[in-house]
C-alpha cells in the first residue's frame, strides 16, 4: 500500500493541529472569510440595513406595547408579538407569558430574528459564507438563550423552590460525574445496559470473514425456508454496525430473518494510526467487494440484494457502479438508507466542507493518522445544538433530571474514528468536488457514475434528515438509469430508519420512477404521494421479496471449503473495539 505523503512543511502541520484542538476541528480561515465577506457586503447595502432596521423598530414598538401592558397587569392574557420557530420549544411552558419572564423570553426572540435578517439575504455574499455567518450567529445566540440560565428560567426556579435546592446539587453531581468519564474516555452513564453482544446486537450469528477492514457476520435462519438471494448490509463505517441490531424489539436483522431472508453484516474495523493509509478504494475492495466474494460463495448461485446506510449506502453505490461499468452482473438490487450519491444539496453539513476546512482537516488527521470521533461527534451535535446540548444542559444539569439512556442513545455515544486518506478523499472527492455525480470518480483504472449503475434501487429518505437531506438523498431518481423506487418516512437521520412495526407515530410516502421517465421535482413528488401510516419496513420487504425467487432451503453457515468458516459467534470482535 502506497504510503500517503503529508503535507510538505511539518510546521504548518503541527501549527493547524494544534489549533484544531482549540477550534473543535474547524478551520479560523474559512469562519474569518466567511465574516469579512458578509460585514463587507453589508456595510456596503445601507437600504438592506434601513429595512432591516425598519423591522426592528415595529416588532419593538409592538414588543413594547405587550410588555407594557404585562408589566401593569400580571394577569393580563394576550398573544404574544413574537413566536418562536415551530421546532423551538425552549418556551412552550406557560410560565413563559408570565411577567416578567415574557420579556426575558421575547426580548430574546426579537434579537434572534434581527440577527436571521442580518445573515440571510444579503446581496453579492457567497452562500457558503452567508449561511456559515447565519450558523455562527445562532450558536452564539443558542448559548445566549434565557432559557440556559437559572435566573432567568422560570421552569428551573421552580424546581429549585419545589426541592429546596436538591435539583442544583443533583445537577452539580451529573456534571461532574459526566466531566469524569468524558475525561477517562467512559461511554455516557446508562450505557453500561446495552452492550453489544449482550443487550444489543444479540441477533445469532458468525462470524464468517475477517480481513483487516471487515468482519463479515452471517446471521442464523428462523424459519424452515429461506430466499434464495441472500442480503448483504454495508453499514457506515462513521458508526457501529448494530444500529440496525439494536434490541430485539427494534432490529432490522432479525425481522428479516424472521421474513426468510438470508443476512449478512458488514462490521467495520475502529481504524487507528496503523489504517492511516486507507483509502475509499481500499473500502469498495477490503470492504463491499470481498464480503460480496464471500456471500456468493457460501450462497453460491443467485445474485445479492445490497443494502448501504448513509456513508455505507455512497460506498455501496461506487462498488455497484463499478460493477455495471465492468460487465460485473452480481447484485438482485440495490437499497439505500438516507444514503447520498450527489452533495450539491447536503444540507447543514456543508458547513464544515469547504476548500479551507478539508485542507485543515486533513493538516490534523495527517498528524496522528485518524479523525477523532470526538470532533465529528461534536460538529453533529452542533447541527442540532438546543435539542443536543443546551437543552441536555438544563435538563441533566440545573433541573436535576437524568434522561435514562436508551438503545439508540446508547449506540450514538459508540462513536468510531475515520482513517487520514479515506477521509481525506471523501471530503474532497465527494462532498466537496462531487465527483461521482459528475462522472469523475477513479476506483483505479475505471471511472465510475451513477448512470453505470444497472440494478433497480430502492431508496429511503427521513423527513427531519440533518445529515442526508431527502431532497439530496431523493437525487438517486435523478442521475441513475435504473427503475428506482422512492420511499420517504417520518423521524431522522436514525430514528426515521429504526423503525419497526409497532413503532408509534410513524407514517411514509412511497412512488415508483420508471428508467428514462421525465423526471419529478422533489415538492411535487411529495403534495403527489399519498401517506400511508406504520412502519416502511413491511413496503420495503415486500419489494425486496417480489424480487426474490421462492423460499427454498437453508444455507450453510459458511462454508468451510470454499475458505469462508464460522470464525466466531455475532457479534464478533471489531465492534467491540474502541
Known amino acids: 500500500m502506497t504510503k500517503t505523503i503529508p503535507p510538505a512543511n511539518p510546521f504548518d502541520l503541527m501549527l493547524h493541529a494544534s489549533e484544531g484542538r482549540l477550534t473543535g476541528g474547524l478551520s479560523p480561515a474559512s469562519a474569518a472569510l466567511a465574516y469579512l465577506d458578509w460585514a463587507l457586503h453589508l456595510a456596503n447595502a445601507p437600504g438592506?440595513?434601513?429595512?432591516?432596521?425598519?423591522?426592528?423598530?415595529?416588532?419593538?414598538?409592538?414588543?413594547?406595547?405587550?410588555?407594557?401592558?404585562?408589566?401593569?397587569?400580571?394577569?393580563?392574557?394576550?398573544?404574544?408579538?413574537?413566536?418562536?420557530?415551530?421546532?423551538?420549544?425552549?418556551?412552550?411552558?406557560?410560565?413563559?407569558?408570565?411577567?416578567?419572564?415574557?420579556?426575558?423570553?421575547?426580548?430574546?426572540?426579537?434579537?434572534?430574528?434581527?440577527?436571521?435578517?442580518?445573515?440571510?439575504?444579503?446581496?453579492?455574499?457567497?452562500?457558503?459564507?452567508?449561511?456559515?455567518?447565519?450558523?455562527?450567529?445562532?450558536?452564539?445566540?443558542?448559548?445566549?438563550?434565557?432559557?440556559?440560565?437559572?435566573?432567568?428560567?422560570?421552569?428551573?426556579?421552580?424546581?429549585?423552590?419545589?426541592?429546596?435546592?436538591?435539583?442544583?446539587?443533583?445537577?452539580?453531581?451529573?456534571?461532574?460525574?459526566?466531566?469524569?468519564?468524558?475525561?477517562?474516555?467512559?461511554?455516557?452513564?446508562?450505557?453500561?445496559?446495552?452492550?453489544?453482544?449482550?443487550?444489543?446486537?444479540?441477533?445469532?450469528?458468525?462470524?464468517?470473514?475477517?480481513?483487516?477492514?471487515?468482519?463479515?457476520?452471517?446471521?442464523?435462519?428462523?424459519?424452515?425456508?429461506?430466499?434464495?438471494?441472500?442480503?448483504?448490509?454495508?453499514?457506515?463505517?462513521?458508526?457501529?454496525?448494530?444500529?440496525?441490531?439494536?434490541?430485539?424489539?427494534?432490529?432490522?436483522?432479525?425481522?428479516?430473518?424472521?421474513?426468510?431472508?438470508?443476512?449478512?453484516?458488514?462490521?467495520?474495523?475502529?481504524?487507528?494510526?496503523?489504517?492511516?493509509?486507507?483509502?475509499?478504494?481500499?473500502?469498495?475492495e477490503k470492504g463491499v467487494l470481498a464480503a460480496l466474494d464471500a456471500v456468493q460463495a457460501?450462497?453460491?448461485?443467485?445474485?445479492?440484494?445490497?443494502?448501504?446506510?448513509?456513508?455505507?449506502?455512497?460506498?455501496?453505490?461506487?462498488?455497484?457502479?463499478?460493477?455495471?461499468?465492468?460487465?460485473?452482473?452480481?447484485?438482485?438490487?440495490?437499497?439505500?438508507?438516507?444514503?447520498?450519491?450527489?452533495?450539491?444539496?447536503?444540507?447543514?453539513?456543508?458547513?464544515?466542507?469547504?476548500?479551507?476546512?478539508?485542507?485543515?482537516?486533513?493538516?490534523?488527521?495527517?498528524?496522528?493518522?485518524?479523525?477523532?470521533?470526538?470532533?465529528?461527534?461534536?460538529?453533529?451535535?452542533?447541527?442540532?445544538?438546543?435539542?443536543?446540548?443546551?437543552?441536555?444542559?438544563v435538563h441533566d444539569y440545573l433541573m436535576g433530571e437524568r434522561r435514562p439512556l436508551n438503545d439508540l442513545m446508547a449506540w450514538n455515544a459508540d462513536v468510531t474514528r475515520m482513517p487520514y486518506q479515506m477521509h481525506s478523499q471523501y471530503l474532497q472527492k465527494l462532498f466537496l468536488d462531487n465527483d461521482f455525480s459528475e462522472g469523475r470518480f477513479e476506483l483505479g483504472d475505471v471511472t465510475v457514475a451513477p448512470p453505470d449503475i444497472t440494478t433497480p434501487i430502492f431508496a429511503v429518505g427521513t423527513e427531519h434528515d440533518h445529515v442526508a437531506p431527502w431532497h439530496s438523498v431523493y437525487k438517486v431518481t435523478l442521475l441513475t438509469d435504473v427503475d428506482v423506487t422512492f420511499l420517504l418516512t417520518s423521524g431522522g437521520h436514525n430514528a426515521g430508519i429504526v423503525s419497526e412495526p409497532g413503532h408509534p407515530r410513524r407514517h411514509y410516502r412511497i412512488g415508483d420512477h420508471c428508467a428514462n421517465s421525465s423526471f419529478v421535482p422533489p415538492k411535487k413528488w411529495f403534495n403527489g404521494t399519498p401517506e400511508h401510516e406504520g412502519s416502511w419496513w413491511p413496503a420495503w420487504q415486500a419489494w425486496l421479496a417480489k424480487r426474490s425467487g421462492k423460499p427454498g432451503p437453508l444455507p450453510q453457515m459458511g462454508r468451510e471449503e470454499a475458505g469462508y468458516p464460522p470464525l466466531c459467534p455475532a457479534p464478533g470482535e471489531y465492534v467491540l473495539q474502541r
Open 48 to 284: 438592506k440595513r434601513s429595512e432591516i432596521l425598519r423591522a426592528a423598530l415595529a416588532r419593538q414598538m409592538a414588543l413594547a406595547g405587550y410588555l407594557s401592558a404585562l408589566a401593569v397587569d400580571h394577569t393580563k392574557e394576550g398573544a404574544a408579538p413574537i413566536t418562536p420557530r415551530p421546532e423551538d420549544h425552549r418556551f412552550d411552558d406557560p410560565a413563559w407569558q408570565q411577567w416578567p419572564f415574557a420579556a426575558y423570553a421575547q426580548s430574546f426572540l426579537a434579537t434572534e430574528q434581527l440577527w436571521d435578517e442580518l445573515t440571510k439575504g444579503i446581496a453579492g455574499v457567497s452562500r457558503h459564507h452567508l449561511d456559515l455567518v447565519n450558523f455562527g450567529v445562532r450558536q452564539w445566540l443558542d448559548m445566549m438563550s434565557p432559557s440556559n440560565f437559572l435566573a432567568t428560567n422560570p421552569e428551573i426556579i421552580a424546581r429549585t423552590h419545589e426541592t429546596g435546592g436538591q435539583n442544583l446539587v443533583t445537577g452539580a453531581r451529573h456534571f461532574f460525574e459526566d466531566l469524569m468519564r468524558e475525561t477517562e474516555g467512559k461511554p455516557p452513564e446508562g450505557a453500561e445496559q446495552f452492550r453489544p453482544g449482550h443487550e444489543v446486537a444479540v441477533t445469532p450469528g458468525q462470524v464468517v470473514y475477517r480481513n483487516e477492514l471487515i468482519e463479515l457476520i452471517q446471521y442464523t435462519p428462523t424459519t424452515d425456508k429461506v430466499h434464495p438471494e441472500p442480503i448483504l448490509i454495508v453499514p457506515a463505517w462513521i458508526m457501529k454496525y448494530y444500529i440496525l441490531d439494536l434490541s430485539p424489539k427494534n432490529s432490522m436483522v432479525r425481522y428479516l430473518v424472521q421474513q426468510g431472508h438470508t443476512v449478512f453484516m458488514i462490521s467495520w474495523i475502529n481504524p487507528d494510526e496503523e489504517e492511516r493509509d486507507f483509502s475509499l478504494q481500499t473500502y469498495v
Open 298 to 393: 457460501i450462497v453460491p448461485g443467485p445474485k445479492v440484494h445490497a443494502v448501504g446506510y448513509c456513508i455505507g449506502g455512497t460506498l455501496l453505490s461506487l462498488a455497484a457502479a463499478l460493477l455495471g461499468k465492468t460487465g460485473q452482473d452480481r447484485l438482485a438490487s440495490l437499497t439505500l438508507f438516507a444514503a447520498q450519491i450527489d452533495f450539491t444539496e447536503a444540507g447543514e453539513i456543508l458547513l464544515f466542507v469547504d476548500d479551507s476546512q478539508v485542507a485543515f482537516l486533513k493538516d490534523m488527521m495527517a498528524e496522528r493518522g485518524y479523525l477523532d470521533a470526538g470532533e465529528m461527534a461534536g460538529a453533529f451535535e452542533m447541527l442540532r445544538a438546543n435539542d443536543l446540548i443546551w437543552s441536555r444542559i
